[in-house]
């Protein structure tokens, strides 16, 4: 499952990737037109498996990850193939779901390429670029159809459901605003919707503007992304980055100083990991204590297999303790006397933090 990271030239995006996944990219305070993206993989926090980790001590911890692409920054008229267009929404395509970067600082050094800061407007012109590729896509799509010296009944119910797309677009939602039944999802899958895609919105702010907790348009982008059902999150990547270069306790007062409870950038990883779908379920034990990532709705046998193939051949039981239980009584002879412990057959639906342990036969 891949995360694409998408904005303007010098919003910080190759910043936030950076952070996100460990790396040590170059950036630039200017537009670069570059046109590779960048790929690598991001830990997604999980105080549950430092919960345990602190009662196993195991020998190995190992959190969920997902795959991270760092997209060429956009200009407008991509959706025509302008600039790095062709790039920028090739990359965008192969990614699962998307983190939307949008600058409010301000920055000589930095400057922005439309030469001013206005963050909705920002965002709007990515918005628009994604949704004129759709819709050009659409036109061509219904354009055969109509051509088609012979039109069936699948032909008819997929024009359907790609017009109900257009008007949409014409009117300014995205895809993924659009409410569609299962069977019109399913449709729609092989056209690769860019405007589909789950997407968040995150503002990236300097020292100052994380200190006040305010930035230019906050209430105006507020309001865009309760109306476009699009979660949003503010965060500092130059200070989580300086942040990240100190020692342990220089780190703890300066997030004090300026009443950070936690990284913005873990807030990002979580959001992005549920934008994408995706549920852990854990194991834990003296040799590891482990995070295994599953999409929602996954059956026990098939949760089973994400750790071996064979125990999902032999599957017989799981024995499933929910977290919330653990935390409160941490030790699982107590919770097996507490009834606490649920033995589960192969179609029970794994829930998000539940601590398995699977019985196999080969």
């Known amino acids: 499952m891949k995360m694409g990271i998408v904005g303007l030239p010098t919003t910080g995006k190759t910043t936030l990737f950076n952070l996100l996944?460990?790396?040590?990219?170059?950036?630039?305070?200017?537009?670069?037109?570059?046109?590779?993206?960048?790929?690598?993989?991001?830990?997604?926090?999980?105080?549950?498996?430092?919960?345990?980790?602190?009662?196993?001590?195991?020998?190995?911890?190992?959190?969920?990850?997902?795959?991270?692409?760092?997209?060429?920054?956009?200009?407008?008229?991509?959706?025509?193939?302008?600039?790095?267009?062709?790039?920028?929404?090739?990359?965008?395509?192969?990614?699962?779901?998307?983190?939307?970067?949008?600058?409010?600082?301000?920055?000589s050094q930095a400057t922005h390429p439309e030469g001013s800061i206005d963050p909705l407007r920002d965002v709007e012109t990515i918005s628009m670029e994604l949704l004129f590729s759709d819709l050009g896509v659409i036109e061509n799509r219904i354009g055969r159809i109509e051509a088609g010296k012979k039109i069936t009944k699948e032909h008819l119910t997929e024009k359907e459901v790609l017009v109900k797309c257009k008007d949409a677009l014409e009117n300014g939602q995205l895809i993924h605003e659009v409410n569609l039944d299962e069977e019109e999802q399913e449709l729609l899958k092989n056209f690769g919707f860019l405007s589909?895609?789950?997407?968040?919105?995150?503002?990236?702010?300097?020292?100052?503007?994380?200190?006040?907790?305010?930035?230019?348009?906050?209430?105006?982008?507020?309001?865009?992304?309760?109306?476009?059902?699009?979660?949003?999150?503010?965060?500092?990547?130059?200070?989580?980055?300086?942040?990240?270069?100190?020692?342990?306790?220089?780190?703890?007062?300066?997030?004090?100083?300026?009443?950070?409870?936690?990284?913005?950038?873990?807030?990002?990883?979580?959001?992005?990991?549920?934008?994408?779908?995706?549920?852990?379920?854990?194991?834990?034990?003296?040799?590891?204590?482990?995070?295994?990532?599953?999409?929602?709705?996954t059956i026990a046998r098939k949760a089973a297999g994400k750790i071996h193939t064979d125990i999902e051949k032999g599957f017989i039981r799981a024995e499933v303790t929910a977290f919330a239980d653990y935390r409160e009584h941490p030790s699982m002879v107590k919770l097996k006397e507490l009834g606490k412990v649920r033995l589960e057959g192969k179609e029970y639906v794994v829930q998000d933090g539940d601590i398995m342990n699977f019985r196999f036969n080969l």
């Open 21 to 107: 996944t460990g790396q040590n990219l170059e950036t630039a305070g200017f537009a670069t037109g570059k046109v590779e993206a960048h790929t690598g993989i991001a830990k997604i926090p999980d105080e549950r498996i430092d919960f345990l980790a602190s009662h196993y001590k195991p020998k190995k911890t190992t959190y969920a990850t997902v795959e991270l692409v760092d997209v060429p920054g956009l200009a407008k008229g991509a959706s025509a193939g302008k600039g790095v267009g062709n790039q920028f929404l090739e990359a965008v395509r192969k990614a699962d779901a998307l983190i939307h970067l949008v600058r409010v600082f301000d920055n």
């Open 196 to 297: 589909e895609k789950p997407m968040m919105l995150v503002v990236n702010m300097d020292e100052s503007q994380l200190a006040e907790g305010a930035y230019p348009q906050k209430e105006e982008l507020e309001t865009y992304c309760g109306e476009h059902r699009l979660p949003l999150m503010a965060l500092s990547a130059q200070t989580e980055q300086e942040i990240n270069q100190l020692e342990e306790e220089e780190r703890a007062m300066f997030m004090e100083e300026l009443n950070i409870q936690q990284p913005g950038i873990h807030q990002v990883a979580r959001t992005s990991y549920d934008l994408l779908g995706l549920i852990s379920f854990l194991t834990a034990g003296e040799d590891e204590v482990r995070a295994w990532p599953i999409r929602r709705d």
